[in-house]
């Protein structure tokens, strides 16, 4: 097994190549001075099983370019096959045309992989499970809620309710809520816009309650703000707790998140975080890519670590 690393998240990359036991392998990336990629393999990968860890962040467009090139770089260098590990799948929210006219976004992606060269794919957390539906390679996607539940454990908070921020992530909400043997509620929300959210009613009791605003990515942190006044109009305890996989924190959000007053803010690695503030927890996702990475390599089943 070879695992290379775009330039998207150096510190995933080392952090992973720790737990794996392993040395990053050797690749050129750069770009030329038009502003195109350009990707070489400095060591063989002939007939060699090549794992490539790359993330969406802030500059998707750049970080999927470079991802398509190392693809098939790989496959034009003979590597036996090609495992994309991509912790945060780039333009995942536009997975279907809800408004006319609407590009499907996200299937582009999963086609230009496939076409690069991907013959498998490692994710975690996709916006929604249909994604899968697009790729005709395997897809392993796995679920945080297994890092945040053993972070929530240890807290042990009494009375705690897990909130989906929308109808949309209840599902999420609900297998972590399990896991906690915590209660679940559900917010009703619209979204007049883009980057805008309007929350109408809360689903469940949370009067008094502990509440863990549960989601798969934080961007502008507008969804997480107002719900947050949400649950505190309906009585719900002071002391709110937001978590989320991708914390892509882009324009607003990390001075909402100050303003907010959230009792704490609990996000993983897999996108770089730039900047911090109190409150903020950012737990590592290397442990799990890599043990999933030695079941596939050892030829043993993930299922129980989808289960989990």
Same mark, same amino acid.
């Given at each position: 097994m070879h695992l290379f690393a775009g330039s998207s998240h150096p510190a995933l990359a080392a952090a992973l190549a720790k737990e794996l036991g392993v040395e990053l392998g050797r690749i050129t990336l750069k770009k030329f001075s038009c502003g195109e990629h350009y990707v070489r393999f400095e060591e063989s990968v002939r007939g060699k099983d090549v794992y490539l860890l790359q993330t969406g962040t802030r500059n998707p467009n750049e970080d999927v370019m470079e991802l398509f090139l190392m693809c098939q770089a790989a496959k034009l260098s003979f590597a036996r096959s090609v495992h994309v590990v991509l912790p945060h799948f780039p333009y995942a929210r536009q997975d279907r045309v809800a408004e006319p006219r609407e590009a499907i976004s996200a299937k582009i992606v999963a086609h230009l992989l496939e076409e690069a060269g991907a013959d498998h794919l490692i994710v975690l957390d996709l916006h929604s499970d249909q994604i899968q539906g697009f790729f005709k390679v395997p897809v392993d996607a796995l679920a945080g809620r297994t890092i945040f539940a053993e972070y929530f454990r240890s807290k042990k908070l009494p009375d705690p309710v897990v909130v989906a921020p929308d109808v949309g992530g209840a599902k999420r909400a609900k297998k972590l809520a399990d896991i906690l043997d915590a209660d679940l509620?559900?917010? *009703?929300? !619209?979204? +007049? /816009? *883009?980057?805008?959210?309007?929350? *109408? /009613?809360?689903?469940?009791?949370?009067?008094?309650?502990?509440? =863990? @605003?549960?989601?798969?990515? =934080?961007?502008? $942190?507008? &969804? @997480? %703000? $107002? $719900?947050?006044?949400?649950l505190l109009e309906r009585g719900a305890n002071a002391d709110i707790y937001a978590a989320a996989t991708h914390a892509v924190f882009s324009g607003p959000a990390l001075e909402r998140l100050q303003k907010a007053n959230f009792k704490e803010v609990i996000v993983t690695? !897999? %996108?770089? %975080?730039? $900047?911090?503030? +109190?409150?903020?927890?950012?737990? +590592?996702?290397?442990?799990? @890519?890599? &043990?999933? =990475?030695? *079941?596939? /390599? !050892?030829?043993? !089943?993930? &299922?129980e670590i989808y289960k989990n």
């Open positions: 509620a559900i917010l *009703h929300k !619209s979204r +007049p /816009e *883009h980057h805008r959210t309007e929350m *109408h /009613e809360v689903v469940g009791d949370i009067k008094g309650k502990t509440c =863990i @605003l549960f989601d798969d990515i =934080i961007d502008t $942190a507008g &969804t @997480l %703000i $107002a $719900a947050k006044e949400a690695d !897999s %996108i770089p %975080i730039q $900047a911090t503030f +109190p409150g903020l927890t950012v737990l +590592p996702i290397a442990p799990l @890519l890599a &043990t999933v =990475i030695r *079941h596939i /390599e !050892s030829g043993q !089943s993930v &299922t």
